[in-house]
């Protein structure tokens, strides 16, 4: 088997350290705006699908309790996330693609208001019974739309 040249060899390891430091996927770069959004919009998107089972559910008139409690729940979790979600410069101007509008950051006590009002409104709703779950869900639709309102630009 021929040897590999000294030039070769320091190639490929060079190579192999890129595609180590860089990942396989197209991750943005950690602390970086676009890493931030990224994930602030992950956590979104699973409060999005588990509203989305919900609301199913509530709908079909024959509401699964136990998921119900579960999908409320991870909405619970991930609101109590949403602080950290927000760093200082992953709004509008950082170059990243967020719906986030400046009023985050320069309207902070609505904003965490708005945080609050939303767990609130999922601890109602764990704690509800069968008879008040559909007004409990639209409490926390409300939650959703109010922040939104404020605080996610308009598409
Ligand atoms: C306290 C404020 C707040 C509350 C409450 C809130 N959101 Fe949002 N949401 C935002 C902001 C801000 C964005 C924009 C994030 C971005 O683009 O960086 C967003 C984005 C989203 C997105 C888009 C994610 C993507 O793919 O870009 C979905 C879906 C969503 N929210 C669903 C919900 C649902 C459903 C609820 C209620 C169960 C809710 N949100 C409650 C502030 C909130």
């Given at each position: 088997m021929p040897s590999l040249t000294k030039k070769a060899r320091t190639a490929i390891v060079l190579t192999i350290t890129?595609?180590?430091?860089?990942?396989?996927?197209?991750?943005?770069?950690?602390?970086?705006?676009?890493?931030?959004?990224?994930?602030?919009?992950?956590?979104?998107?699973?409060?999005?699908?588990?509203?989305?089972?919900?609301?199913?559910?509530?709908?079909?008139?024959?509401?699964?309790?136990?998921?119900?409690?579960?999908?409320?729940?991870?909405?619970?979790?991930?609101?109590a996330l949403q602080p950290a979600l927000f760093p200082a410069g992953s709004g509008q101007g950082s170059g990243a693609t967020t719906r986030a509008r400046d009023a985050v950051w320069s309207e902070p006590a609505l904003f965490a208001q708005r945080q609050r009002d939303f767990i609130a409104a999922a601890d109602a709703l764990l704690a509800s019974g069968p008879e008040t779950l559909s007004v409990r869900h639209e409490a926390l639709t409300q939650a959703c739309l109010d922040c939104h309102q404020d605080f996610r630009e308009r598409r």
């Amino acid at each position: 088997m021929p040897s590999l040249t000294k030039k070769a060899r320091t190639a490929i390891v060079l190579t192999i350290t890129a595609l180590l430091a860089t990942g396989c996927s197209d991750d943005p770069s950690p602390g970086s705006p676009a890493a931030a959004v990224k994930e602030r919009r992950d956590n979104y998107r699973r409060i999005g699908d588990a509203y989305k089972q919900i609301k199913e559910t509530i709908e079909s008139g024959a509401p699964d309790a136990a998921m119900v409690q579960r999908n409320t729940t991870l909405i619970r979790n991930v609101a109590a996330l949403q602080p950290a979600l927000f760093p200082a410069g992953s709004g509008q101007g950082s170059g990243a693609t967020t719906r986030a509008r400046d009023a985050v950051w320069s309207e902070p006590a609505l904003f965490a208001q708005r945080q609050r009002d939303f767990i609130a409104a999922a601890d109602a709703l764990l704690a509800s019974g069968p008879e008040t779950l559909s007004v409990r869900h639209e409490a926390l639709t409300q939650a959703c739309l109010d922040c939104h309102q404020d605080f996610r630009e308009r598409r």
